[in-house]
């Protein structure tokens, strides 16, 4: 096996459509849109890039493509953190040689401590998950269970945890959430529905809640608008979101979904929920979930990558949801 550095924009053609092919063989329509968001990201044109920078390796095993990471560095990261991003491999060996020569380009630009995989921000996809059977839903940072382990041989431990839920859309509680809406209706709160010419309009908005609720979350960057942009530019084609105002028109919260693509309309992902601080305890996340979840026309709701242990997610389809797949994020120390 032979591991060749790359930079942005000379990625060789067909390389990473082809691993993807071979690692999610038993999902092609997976490893199809996997391909497409990825190409995107990995662009030169990917905003991210005006603020951090990275370096990309393949691994070759032959003629095919076994291994792709990039090694990542971002100033608004914690002095000395760097990730290591957009990772697939073809078995343990070629994985191993892609990992120690990402964690070898951070050391060198004087990183010491890697978390991975992170596609450049936790704005994008991150996270590994470790189990749970084919089929992923649109939109899911679904792996190989192997990609765990794959981690820890080269020296990573756990670092976050996340998980995903499903809640049958026949007897879910959403539909009992009317009562939330109208509560809050009465005190002078307004909620716009947005499709997706309407969430371009309103992205500023979405972008500034979305900011401020998740600052508090590993690994978090303040994104820029721009990038926000960016990365939505690639799953924006359906989706749908709620915004709640308070009396006096500032945004308070919302929720954005999308149908599950790669089910026929069976599911209907609730991708991102956020409620600043000053609006919680007021019922607001059951309102959104129920002037969502009326709009959406699916036999199956997904509440997508949970932060583990977040209480009132979970209180939300109390005995109803059914998990489905964990997520890891891993650290590794380089000395």
């Not at 060198?108 to 089929?135: A, E, I, K």
């Not at 382990?149 to 499903?166: C, H, I, K, M």
């Not at 009562?179 to 002078?188: D, M, P, Q, V, W």
């Not at 209480?311 to 949801?321: E, H, N, Q, Y």
Request: with cysteine.
């Amino acid at each position: 096996m032979e591991t060749k550095a790359y930079k942005t924009g000379d990625l060789p053609a067909g390389v990473l459509e082809g691993l993807l092919a071979r690692v999610y063989a038993d999902s092609p329509a997976y490893a199809a849109a996997l391909a497409e968001e990825l190409s995107r990201q990995l662009s030169p044109d990917n905003p991210f890039l005006s603020r951090g920078s990275r370096e990309g390796f393949v691994v070759t095993d032959g003629a095919r493509p076994a291994a792709h990471a990039c090694a990542v560095t971002d100033p608004r990261l914690p002095p000395g953190a760097g990730l290591i991003g957009y990772f697939e491999a073809d078995g343990p060996a070629a994985a191993r040689l892609v990992l120690d020569a990402a964690c070898a380009a951070l050391a060198s630009r004087g990183v010491r401590r890697v978390y991975g995989p992170v596609n450049d921000t936790v704005w994008q996809r991150y996270g590994v998950s470790t189990g749970g059977p084919p089929p992923p839903y649109l939109g899911e940072p679904f792996t190989p269970a192997d990609y765990a382990a794959y981690f820890e041989a080269a020296g990573f431990v756990p670092a976050d945890r996340r998980l995903t839920a499903a809640v049958d859309a026949e007897g879910s509680p959403f539909g009992s959430y009317a009562s939330a809406r109208a509560g809050l209706e009465a005190k002078g709160f307004s909620f716009v529905d947005l499709d997706e010419a309407g969430l371009s309009a309103r992205a500023a908005d979405l972008h500034g809640l979305a900011a401020e609720v998740f600052s508090g979350s590993p690994l978090f960057v303040p994104a820029g608008l721009d990038e926000f942009l960016y990365m939505a530019g690639a799953r924006a084609a359906g989706s749908a979101a709620v915004l709640a105002e308070d009396a006096e028109g500032r945004p308070a919260g919302f929720l954005w979904g999308m149908p599950d693509g790669l089910s026929a309309g069976d599911n209907f992902v609730f991708k991102t929920v956020a409620v600043l601080p000053a609006y919680r305890g007021l019922g607001l996340g059951r309102a959104l979930f129920w002037s969502l979840a009326s709009r959406a026309r699916a036999k199956r709701y997904i509440l997508s990558t949970m932060r583990y242990g977040n209480a009132g997610i979970t209180a939300l389809a109390p005995g109803g949801a059914e998990p489905l797949r964990e997520y890891l994020t891993f650290r590794r120390e380089l000395c």
